[in-house]
C-alpha cells in the first residue's frame, strides 16, 4: 500500500524543476500551495483539470495560493502543454517519479483489464507552513478544481 501523506503531517520536502527548467523547492515558497499530480500532458482529463484550474486561478492568487501540477513529463512538453492550452499554472517535472511515488501517487492502475503502474490523480493543499491541510487521493477531475477553491476558502478564513 503506498503512504500518502495525510491531513496535519508535514508536506514532504521537494525540489523539482518547472516548465522553464527553474528549480521550484518547497520551503522557498512560503504560501499556500495546490500541489496535484496527474498522468500526463495534454490528454482529455489532464487538460480538463490544467483548464479549470487556470480558470480559478486569480481567485487561488487573491488566497495566496500557488497551483503546481507535476507529471513524468518533461519541462519541453509541459511549455508545450502551457502554450497549447493558455494555461497559467506552474507545472513540474518528475520524470523518475521521487515526488510523485513520495506523494503516494504512483500506484497500481487498471485499463481495458490491464493492470499497470501509473500516475493516480490526486491533489494536496499545502498550508504556508508547509502541513498537509487537505489532500484528495483519488480525484475525478469534472468540479475538482471548485471543490479545492471551496475547501481553500473555509481554510484561509480560519
Given at each position: 500500500m503506498?503512504?500518502?501523506?495525510?491531513?496535519?503531517?508535514?508536506?514532504?520536502?521537494?525540489?523539482?524543476?518547472?516548465q522553464n527548467e527553474k528549480l521550484v523547492t518547497l520551503t522557498d515558497l512560503n504560501q499556500?500551495?495546490?500541489?496535484?499530480f496527474y498522468p500526463k500532458d495534454d490528454?482529455?482529463?489532464c487538460t480538463t483539470e490544467a483548464k479549470d484550474f487556470t480558470d480559478l486561478a486569480t481567485e487561488f492568487t487573491a488566497l495566496g495560493a500557488k497551483i503546481m501540477g507535476v507529471?513524468?513529463?518533461s519541462s519541453k512538453s509541459h511549455c508545450k502543454f502551457i502554450?497549447?492550452?493558455?494555461?497559467?499554472?506552474?507545472?513540474l517535472s518528475d520524470p523518475e517519479?521521487?515526488?510523485?511515488?513520495?506523494?503516494?501517487?504512483?500506484?497500481?492502475?487498471?485499463f481495458m483489464g490491464k493492470e499497470y503502474m501509473g500516475v493516480a490523480r490526486?491533489?494536496?493543499l499545502i498550508s504556508p507552513n508547509?502541513?498537509?491541510?487537505?489532500?484528495?487521493?483519488?480525484?475525478?477531475?469534472?468540479?475538482?478544481?471548485?471543490?479545492?477553491?471551496?475547501?481553500?476558502?473555509?481554510?484561509?478564513?480560519?
Open positions: 503506498t503512504n500518502i501523506p495525510q491531513t496535519g503531517q508535514p508536506a514532504p520536502e521537494f525540489s523539482l524543476p518547472d499556500w500551495i495546490v500541489l496535484y490528454t482529455p482529463g507529471s513524468p513529463d502554450d497549447k492550452h493558455k494555461l497559467s499554472i506552474t507545472l517519479h521521487q515526488l510523485i511515488e513520495t506523494y503516494g501517487a504512483w500506484r497500481l492502475k487498471k490526486s491533489t494536496f508547509n502541513i498537509i491541510a487537505y489532500s484528495w487521493p483519488n480525484v475525478k477531475t469534472k468540479g475538482h478544481a471548485q471543490a479545492v477553491l471551496t475547501k481553500l476558502q473555509e481554510l484561509a478564513a480560519k
